[in-house]
């Protein structure tokens, strides 16, 4: 009797660490400036084996939809919220928001984010959004958890961020981590990378900006991403890590992209057109999970804060206001609940040109109608050179244009050329002042 009590309170009090374990690890990996047309498995000639691997053992969507410009996908991604409801400046994350760093800290997650920042000037901005490490660029002064980085004319900054992660995964191995990789490539500049023949033992060298490195950078992230998953593996961890991959807006308009079909897209960052924000998202959770191996489910940023949530077993607040709706079941490899559109509100609030493209737009696979009228049909017309007039554009085009419109109508009031909402900072995070963020 006494033997098989002991053994009794030894499964109860294992019970509590194998339920910890049955929580996944989570890692976003947002690319900066990358469009689908980027990655081998949406059809590319660069070379991305990693990143094709994990959408082949995992779940590759065909519909992920970022906002056209970095900051505005940034604050959708990690609030989970429309950007009518909190933007208020490039470069800016309103500092009353939450986001699904908190979460995870809520359910017993340590968090670290690495990469780029662009969210506000103060190096103590991270923890307050709730980020437990962090190593960024655009934050004040390159900062690594507080201290500013000292580097030398060898050291590549994407680098630094993907060791800086892969050390935080092995210090945290035996805890449940989020680990945020907002990368720094494949922005512009497009200078060459360690793994390019043009790459120069003189610093000097390193910075002749030329469009033909855009394929090397291509797959030095690729190399970086291989890094994280090797690591996981290494570790034991890749099979109970969520691994989520994407973009946050289209790939830079100076780049022109050879797909294997033998078609060439342009990049179409900061336009509201579907180059400008269809992006790739590959999940990844572990091996021999997926019947199918991808989806054409309409997912956009705002869904990614919940399924963080719910993978994490904690609930988000109703108080938060956010938007989005999770595909965990999805990656699960169940079918979940698909989407019937996505929405965008784009007000980039950066420069001039930048600012002629701000729109509002509901769109599904087929149709897409604006806030001022326009509607398309994108099988027919991707890059929206001829608006259907209202009542032409057949029985279910009309039908559809009905249901947007309703949708339109249930959001506040907007219009080209309207403010965003009203910026705040709290006492203590002012912005450094010696300190102005130009970037995209």
Known sequence: MKKHLTLLLTLFAL????????????????????????IGAYGSTYQTPNIDKLAKEGLKFNYGFSQPLCTPSRVQIMT??????????FGFLNQDQKTFAHLAKEAGYTTAIAGKWQLGANQKLPKHFGFDQYCLWQLSKPRRDGEIL?????????????DYLLNFIEKNKDRKFLAYFPM????????????????????EGRFKKDTANFRDMVSYLDKNVGKIVRKLKDLGLYENTIIIFTGDNGTGRPIVTQLKDGSKLQGGKGLTIDRGHHVPLIVNWGSG???THETNDLVDFTDILPTIAQAANVNVPTG???????????IKGEKGTPRKWIFSHYQPIHSEGANKQSARFFRDHHYKLYSDGR???????IEEKSPIALGKAGVEGEKIRKVFQTEMD?????????????KVILPGLEPDPAFADKGE
């Open 80 to 89: 989970g919220k429309y950007n009518y409801k909190n933007y208020s400046e």
């Open 289 to 291: 999970r997926y019947k």
């Open 320 to 330: 938060w206001n956010t938007d989005g709706a999770s595909i965990l079941p999805q």
């Open 375 to 381: 509607f398309y049909d994108l099988q027919k017309d």
């Open 410 to 422: 249930k959001l506040p009031a907007w219009k080209f050329g309207d403010p965003g909402v009203a």
């Open 150 to 162: 000292k580097t030398d004319a060898d050291d590549y900054g994407p680098d630094i961020f993907t």
């Open 15 to 38: 019970a509590p660490a194998r339920a910890q374990k049955q929580t996944p690890n989570i890692v976003l990996i947002l690319a900066d400036d990358m469009g689908r047309e980027c």
């Open 184 to 203: 720094a490539l494949v922005h512009d500049p497009f200078l060459p990378t360690p793994d390019s023949k043009s790459w120069k033992p003189d610093v």
